[in-house]
């Protein structure tokens, strides 16, 4: 079974500012990374999949890149809606399908 | 517009059953692979279990199979959870979702319902 790791857990930053948001996965999962945000209150959100497409309707201050086992989530300008968890998954052998620990995206 | 509503959460004592139920609209609902997943009070997202469109592939996670059961209603746009013997480490938010490509069973999910809430305690 695949593990996913997710670093930093907390990331403190302001508006405006540049996020950036790891996931490693145990063993390669190929391109096979999404990404998920989840606003307080709120499911959760497809932003990314197969690691760098952007989900329909997703701004393009959001983007993933990565592929095997590192991949990254970046929000280039944070806005005031942007401050919330961050989840990414795998599709690779599945089943199951694995959810990383989250990320959560905090004002400093 | 992709609506997903869950239905049938509540408060069960351990060892009960529950059936919750997600009814689909905006899309054709049986081409569709459909997925549950919750999320523990505080805590991340876990899969739960996955069902193919025609209903003949379905998948567990460990955690629960021999004690839930996926199924659908093609005829009524209708994803359902039978769960039972349930326990107190199942309390959790049960959200409902469905692939993001139709013909595909393992594929992202997008989007989710809102959720409905379950409770095991005595």
Redesign the interface.
Known sequence: EVVLTQSPATLSLSPGERATLSCRASQSVNNYL?W?Q?RRGQ????LI?DASNR?TGIPARFSGSGSGTDFTLTISNLEPEDFAVY?C?H?SN?????????TTVEVK | EVQLLESGGGLVQPGGSLRLSCAASGFTFSTYGMTWVRQAPGKGLEWVSTISGHGGGTYYADSVKGRFTISRDNSKDTLYLQMDSLRAEDTAVYYCTKTRSDYSTGDWFDPWGQGTLVTVSS
């Open positions: 999404a998920y989840q499911p959760p959100r497809l999949y989900a989840y998954q599709r599945w089943p199951p399908f694995t959810f990383g620990p989250g």
